[in-house]
Each structure stands twice: as structure tokens, then as C-alpha cells.
């Protein structure tokens, strides 16, 4: 069964930080991206990693604040933030798909969503 499953949500201060952790059973782990979606709005991209580990891509709100990366003997591939802030509030999704070109504009392409985990950035 081909699965994925994050952890690593919680409440944190603004300014704060968190690692998600995406972990993947039953294939052989693909291109995969984050994305998240907040009350009311859209899923959104937020980062995808390639198959290697050699490309990255960010959303432009995230940039410079988030940092993925994948360990492939762990099957595992995180998702580090850092100097979080309220706006970063959400449900965050991990899912795989063959690249990660365009991900932000395709987001149906991917597949074996996971359940999410919240994340909930506060004072």
C-alpha cells in the first residue's frame, strides 16, 4: 500500500521553529512536495524536492525561512521552518508525483496524500 504519513506539527511562537517529516511505505519515494492549506483559503505549494535531492523549489512566502530535504534511507524527507510567522498557520500535506516542476500550478497531479498535520503559529 502506497502511503505517506507527516508528523512534527505543533504550537509554536512566532519567530519559532518546527521540523514536519513526511515518511513514505510501500514504494519507492518519488519527487515530493509540501503544501498546506489554511482555513477558508486554497492548498498551496509550499516546497518540493526532487527524486535525487538535487533540485529544491520554494514558494517565494517561504524562501529563505523554510528547508527541505529528503533522506532516502529513511524513506523520509523533512520539511525545516524556521522564523515562523501566523501567517504560516495550516493544515501541511505532503504528497508525491514524478517531478516537481510547476508544482505550485498542478497541484492534482500529486497523489498519496498524506493526513496532514497542523501547524499553528501564536502568541
Known amino acids: 500500500q502506497l502511503q505517506l504519513v507527516e508528523s512534527g506539527g505543533g504550537l509554536v511562537q512566532p519567530g519559532g521553529s518546527l521540523r514536519l517529516s513526511c515518511a513514505a511505505s510501500g514504494f519507492t519515494m518519488d519527487a515530493i512536495g509540501w503544501f498546506r492549506q489554511a482555513p477558508g483559503k486554497e492548498r498551496e505549494g509550499v516546497s518540493c524536492?526532487?527524486?535525487?535531492?538535487?533540485?529544491?523549489y520554494y514558494a517565494d512566502s517561504v524562501k529563505g525561512r523554510f528547508t527541505i530535504s529528503r533522506d532516502s534511507a529513511k524513506s523520509t524527507v523533512y520539511l525545516q521552518m524556521n522564523s515562523l510567522k501566523p501567517e504560516d498557520t495550516a493544515v501541511y500535506y505532503c504528497a508525491r508525483d514524478s517531478y516537481c516542476l510547476g508544482y505550485r500550478s498542478r497541484i492534482s497531479s500529486f497523489t498519496s496524500w498524506g493526513q496532514g498535520t497542523q501547524v499553528t503559529v501564536s502568541s
Open positions: 524536492i526532487s527524486r535525487s535531492g538535487d533540485v529544491t
